[in-house]
């Protein structure tokens, strides 16, 4: 029984996440903003009222939650706000930059001390985060946030692998959730393929950046 930590499972992917991890009899703690009916039943260890970008309530939380050892920590809350050069909104870019690149630093950081030999870190990313693989534009704060995030990935392999922990970026791919209006790939074969790849990773995967399925993307 692995034990896992998921941010922003109350929807979307992070909810599909907990729903695989619990289904192979794991033991799922979650921070979320809120709950849900459907959360519940399926997460006895959650802790709301936490939004990733509040560094007291991440901390608060972790303090909360004891010692226990981690196995694998999904940083998966995120956020997307659509823009393109015209439709530049500086405070949405910024609000990404908090969540989706800040918010899992301080998630790391609040709960490093329960990770150890073997834990695996994922950071979920976005293939929008390639500096080398774009080729559309647009999407500046979500691209700038996923890229900032990619490098906080990077950083953490060098510094935690030292003490044998494993850390990787992950694109999903396209999920259909409401971050893509459902289009896209249902989040329930995505989360079992993340899964499914997470449990199969290696220290010498730690630092790289993978589909789901386990395939580089480039940085
Ligand atoms: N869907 C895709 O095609 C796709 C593709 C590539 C990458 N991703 C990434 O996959 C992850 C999950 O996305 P999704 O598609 O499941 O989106 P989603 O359905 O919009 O769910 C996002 C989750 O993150 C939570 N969240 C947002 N801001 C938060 C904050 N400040 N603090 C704590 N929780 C927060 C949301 O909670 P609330 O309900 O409280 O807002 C929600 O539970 C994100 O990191 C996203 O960037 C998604």
Excluded at 73 to 86: P, V
Excluded at 150 to 171: D, P, Q, R
Excluded at 185 to 211: C, H, N, Q
Aim: charged content about 20%; glycine content about 10%.
């Amino acid at each position: 029984m692995a034990r896992v930590l998921i941010t922003g499972a109350e929807s979307g992917l992070g909810l599909a996440l907990l729903r695989a991890y619990t289904d192979a009899g794991d033991s799922v703690s979650v921070l979320c903003r809120r709950t849900s009916s459907e959360l519940t039943p399926l997460a006895p260890d959650m802790h709301a009222d936490v939004d990733v970008t509040n560094t007291a309530a991440v901390y608060r939380a972790a303090a909360a939650m004891g010692d226990a050892p981690i196995d694998v920590l999904i940083n998966n809350a995120g956020i997307m706000i659509e823009d393109d050069i015209d439709r530049l909104d500086i405070a949405a870019a910024r609000l990404q930059f908090e969540v989706n690149a800040l918010g899992p630093l301080n998630v790391a950081l609040a709960f490093r001390r329960r990770l150890h030999i073997g834990s695996r870190v994922i950071n979920i990313s976005s293939r929008l985060g390639s500096i080398s693989d774009n080729e559309s534009g647009d999407d500046y704060g979500y691209r700038m946030s996923k890229a900032a995030q990619n490098m906080l990935t990077s950083n953490l392999a060098i510094e935690l692998g030292k003490e044998g922990i494993c850390v990787v970026a992950m694109h999903p791919g396209i999920v259909a959730t409401e971050m893509t209006g459902n289009q896209g790939t249902p989040a329930d074969e995505v989360a079992g393929d993340l899964k499914r790849t997470i449990g199969g990773l290696e220290m010498a995967r730690s630092g790289s950046f993978l589909d789901r399925f386990g395939e580089e993307i480039p940085w």
